[in-house]
């Protein structure tokens, strides 16, 4: 059968769940200046799967806490506003999407891999200079396209799997072979749906082609954060295959990043995973 | 099994393998646990007033050789196709460092 078309795979987009209310609620509060602490955390332990990943991480030994933080607004306290919305955020995407059912496709592997990428994109903001949480989100998003594919088209994405094995070539190569565009596409229209603010929505466009995004926008940073994700083999626990990207060098040298940094990009970005590795269960 | 050492910065030759995380007086990760520390580390620690720090006990050179080795030969699997490419030498050799030097 005939795979769908763009129009067609964007028209059944529509019909995916939105966000969470909490990370909507997360997102608002990254938007506004005046926060209040005590609605927040109400507004995200109502949510009890998402209460638990974010509890589940702030317990971890990464954070060595004497003692047990037991509620969220203990949470923001010890491990801070800005972690605690980046995880809230995480957890929500992750819980927010139906379960795939794809022969070939690990979905633990690709949240470890789309978690890896966040981190590394808020790990690429300090020498930057750049916002940590939109890069984080970006990241945290960029492969969502993806999920919407295998979750509306199970059977399709079975022959991309297939595809990509057969060419040894990169998903989106396959993905592009049998649908005729790509994951960014169909992400980028997701994240339009859910209300994302347009910086985000570039990125996650132009993430495999940061020559197409705004001058300036996030696409270049998520391009490399993705790319530093496979490199540290953060999608899999073992030695199973995969292989990196093709990296744009403009983009690259445009992020200017020395040795130096790039060594602490690296070693942060290791660690960071570490530390949210309790949220994928 | 081998324990920890914890050591003054000053005592800590470079080569020393991080067993624990360095953090600064707000909880920030430094240097995570696993790094093998360099001389610029050593200075860049110093600078930032850090004194004492957790290292693992020394290894068996020929396992250090062979783990080596071995994640040269993976990170080269993953840039099976981009090894040659201008935008990847910067990452594929920042990363083969890392990941033997942290030894993952």
Redesign the interface.
């Known amino acids: 059968m005939k795979p769908p078309s763009l129009d067609e795979m964007i028209g059944q987009v529509q019909k995916l769940p939105s966000m969470p209310t909490v990370a909507i609620e997360v997102l608002r509060s990254m938007a506004g200046a005046d926060i209040d602490i005590d609605t927040l955390a109400r507004q995200i332990t109502q949510d009890q799967v998402i209460t638990a990943r974010v509890l589940r991480v702030a317990n971890s030994p990464f954070y060595g806490l004497q003692s047990r933080v037991g509620s969220i607004h203990d949470a923001i306290v010890v491990v801070g506003l800005s972690a605690i919305r980046s995880l809230v955020l995480a957890a929500s995407v992750m819980s927010g999407l139906p379960a795939i059912r794809c022969p070939g496709f690990s979905q633990h592997r690709f949240w470890r891999h789309v978690l890896g990428t966040a981190v590394a994109a808020q790990a690429l903001a300090r020498p930057l200079k750049r916002p940590p949480e939109a890069l984080f989100l970006a990241g945290l998003l960029h492969d969502i396209g993806r999920l919407a594919m295998l979750v509306l088209y199970p059977t399709d994405f079975t022959t991309v799997l297939g595809i990509a094995a057969a060419r040894d070539c990169r998903l989106e190569d396959a993905e592009r072979s049998h649908f005729g565009y790509d994951h960014s596409e169909v992400g980028a229209a997701l994240a339009q749906r859910w209300n994302f603010p347009a910086d985000i929505v570039d990125a996650l466009a132009w993430h495999h082609r940061p020559a197409l995004g705004l001058p300036g926008g996030l696409a270049g940073i998520i391009h490399y954060a993705d790319a530093i994700a496979h490199a540290l083999d953060l999608d899999q626990d073992g030695d199973q295959p995969g292989q990196m990207p093709s990296l744009d060098q403009d983009a690259v040298s445009a992020l200017g990043l020395d040795w130096e940094s790039l060594n602490a990009v690296l070693a942060e970005t290791q660690a960071r995973f570490d530390s949210y590795e309790p949220l994928l269960g | 099994m081998n324990t920890a050492l914890v050591q003054p910065l000053e005592q800590t030759q470079p080569g020393a393998v991080l067993a624990a ?1 360095v953090t600064d007086s707000a ?1 920030t ?1 430094l ?2 646990a696993g ?1 093998s520390l360099t001389a ?1 580390h050593l200075e860049s620690l110093q600078r930032r007033g850090i004194g004492m720090l957790t290292i693992c006990p020394q290894e068996d050179p020929e396992a250090v050789a062979r783990q080596h080795e071995k994640i040269r030969a ?2 080269m ?6 090894a040659d ?4 030498q ?3 050799h ?2 083969l ?3 033997q030097a ?1 030894g ?1």
């Open positions: 995380p909880g990760v240097l995570p790094l610029a993976r990170v699997y993953l840039f099976r196709h981009t490419e201008a935008g990847s910067a990452l594929l920042a990363v460092a890392f990941r942290s993952r």
